[in-house]
Each structure stands twice: as C-alpha cells, then as structure tokens.
C-alpha cells in the first residue's frame, strides 16, 4: 500500500531499485576493434617516423588559418568556443570527468564496471606519456598557437587521453541497457566527442593532424583492448575484501 503525508500527497519509497547489468561488451569484437585502431596507430607512427606526413600536416594546419598573420578562420567567439572544447581532454577536467563517472558507478553498485574505468584511465596516461617520450616529436611550428602548449607532440596526449576516457565511460554505463539503440547511441556519442576534442587541437594549431588522427586511433584502442583484456583483473578487485571493506552491499 502506498505510503501518503498527512496531506493525503504520496510519499517516496523508502527505497531505491538499482538498476541492473544488461550487457556485457563481447572481448572478442572488442580486441578486433582494438587491433584495428593499433594498426591504423601503428602506420601513423611508421609514416611520421619516415617523414612521410609533410603534405598532409602542412596543409590541415594551414586549412583553418587565414591572411598575412595566418590568423583562425570564423569569429572571435569560435576560438573561446575551440579552447572551452579542447579542456575536455586536459589533465583537469577529464580526470575530473572521469572521477564524477567512477563515483556514480559506485553508487549505483557497479563495482566492476568502476574498477575498469579507473584501471583504463590510469593505464591509458601511462600508454601515451610513454609513446610521447619514445617518439619526441617538436611541437608544430607552421601556424601561430592559439594557446600554451608543453611537452611532445607525438602522439596528442588531448586525443588519446580523450578518447580514453569518453569511449570507456560510455562503455561503463552501456552496461546498463539491454538495447543495442542505446549502447551504440552511447559509444558513438563519445567517439564522436573525442574526434571533436582531437580536431580542436589542430584548430588551434598546436598539433599536427598526424598527431590527433595516432592519439586518437591509440586512445580509442586501448579503450577496447582495456576492455576485454582488464575486464578478469577488475571482476577479481571488486570481489576482493578489500572492496567489501570501502565499498560494503549491505
């Protein structure tokens, strides 16, 4: 029987349902999409390490600059709107973002899919930091930079990290729906920011397009590769009593 105040209204239940797992990504497509960006990844790497994207650099650099000074096409409010863009795959706020999603997975009691978040991130900026000091590529130099940027170019540490983060949150919380509709609106949402977050990066002329089309490739197949490979690493860390202990079901 319903619960109601003494105003007759209807009162909240006293508890909560939460929702349920409905899918689990499928490690066999995940490392077949994983392998495709890492050989796409890979021929990027050969074509920058033989100088072989001079061309292709050149001209997406140049493509969104115009006159003498070779100042950003568009309005002045496109480059506020570019540079609040690009902050999603900064250091800040993607970890923040990233943190926000750990928390509401945990919850809604989806250990596992927390762990794996947790354990994509922190081994993806461990991935990119590391190709970033093997390869050691300059900034690009052909086009003013439209704010800071640090460290090596190759591969775009925004891209990958980007890419990481988005595609292994939305396949964190697909997990929850049983309808394909919604997962692949899910994964493609986020595939669909990072490609943003990556193209922002030359727009502001601080990468080559070499830089974000490897950072992104690398990101988004260690999200899936992630996926599948660290999946029976976080079933045992969220069943482990050291879990039980920070995060008790009952």
Known sequence: MDARDKTGAHLPPDT??????????????????????????????????????????RMGLLFWREGDKLGPRGPAVLLELVRDLTAVGGVLLRNLIAL??????????????????????????????????????????????????????????????????????????????????VRYTLIGAAMGLSLLVAWSRVWLGVHFPSDVIAGWLGGAGWAFLAAAALRPTADKAADSHMADRIDPCD
Do not use: Q, Y
């Open 100 to 181: 926000g999603a750990i928390v509401a997975l945990l919850f809604i009691r989806l250990r596992r899919e927390a762990v794996l978040l947790g354990a994509t991130v922190v081994g993806g900026w461990i991935v990119s930091f590391g190709i970033k000091l093997l390869v050691g590529r300059p900034r690009p130099e052909i086009v003013p930079h439209l704010m800071e940027a640090g460290s090596a170019s190759f591969p775009s540490g925004h891209s990958f990290n980007a890419a990481v983060v988005l595609i292994a949150i939305a396949l964190a919380f697909a997990s929850l729906s049983a309808r394909h509709s």
């Open 16 to 57: 909560i349902t939460l929702p349920e797992r409905g899918w689990r990504i499928d490690r066999t497509k995940a490392l077949i999409v994983a392998a495709l960006c890492w050989i796409g990844f890979a021929l990027m790497v050969w074509l920058v390490t033989t100088d072989r994207t001079g061309t292709l650099d």
